[in-house]
């Protein structure tokens, strides 16, 4: 039976070289996946983008957006010819019906789904997608990453151009902005967020 998989973590713990990875495990027997990748940092109005992971590995991505019904294009897709397995990297930019339409996918037309993301955002928020996936997802997978302590690192603080953590704005900024995974107790440390 196809299954909804939601594997997350904070920022750079590898998430997207897993996913071209496994992709490239299906492709190598011989079987046809769809990936994914969402179009939020484009600005084109293409619909295929690639998948980039920071070791180097890629492989070409259909982008999703705000408003696309996924489960029509898979579904159009399937009709086409054998579809094994659906990948959706930077699936905490799904909207909740889109997560909806992936649990579809696996259940209806009997397709795996793997969906990787990010769980929490710069302020410890949970993204939208990333919270539908939590709640319905078949299964939950975790890729651990390490704070600089050497401790777990759950929480994702973004930094400014002086080094200092970014408290406020909007939910999702890529330009001149830089990530870092932190545990906890650090990231507390450095935005000086007390959620609660």
């Known amino acids: 039976m196809a299954k909804l998989y939601f594997t997350y973590s904070a920022m750079n713990a590898g ?7 496994s992709a490239y495990n299906y492709r190598e027997r011989g079987m046809q996946v769809m990936l994914w ?18 070791i180097g ?11 696309l019904d996924m489960f029509e294009v898979i579904s159009a897709r399937k009709n086409d010819g054998p579809l094994n397995a659906v990948f959706v990297d930077e699936a905490q930019f799904l909207d909740p019906d889109q ?3 992936l649990a579809r996918v696996a259940d209806g037309l009997g397709v795996p789904v793997m969906c990787y993301g990010l769980r929490t955002d710069f302020q410890g928020k949970l993204f939208p997608g990333s919270a539908e996936l939590l709640a319905i997802a078949d299964q939950l997978r975790e890729v651990r ?18 080094g200092m953590a970014i408290t406020e704005g909007a939910q999702v900024e890529v330009e001149k902005t830089n ?18």
Do not use: F
Not at 37 to 54: L, P, V
Not at 179 to 196: A, K, M
């Open 179 to 196: 990530y870092v995974s932190l545990c906890r107790r650090h990231w507390e440390e450095v935005t000086h967020i007390h959620p609660g």
């Open 99 to 101: 997560v909806w339409q």
């Open 37 to 54: 990748t969402s179009g939020h940092y484009s600005d084109e109005a293409g619909e295929r983008a690639d998948i980039c992971s920071r």
């Open 145 to 162: 990453t390490i704070c600089h302590c050497g401790r777990k690192a759950t929480m994702t603080a973004r930094l400014g151009a002086d």
């Open 15 to 21: 998430k997207t070289t897993i996913l071209l990875q």
């Open 57 to 67: 590995l890629q492989a070409d991505a259909r982008l999703y957006r705000d408003g």
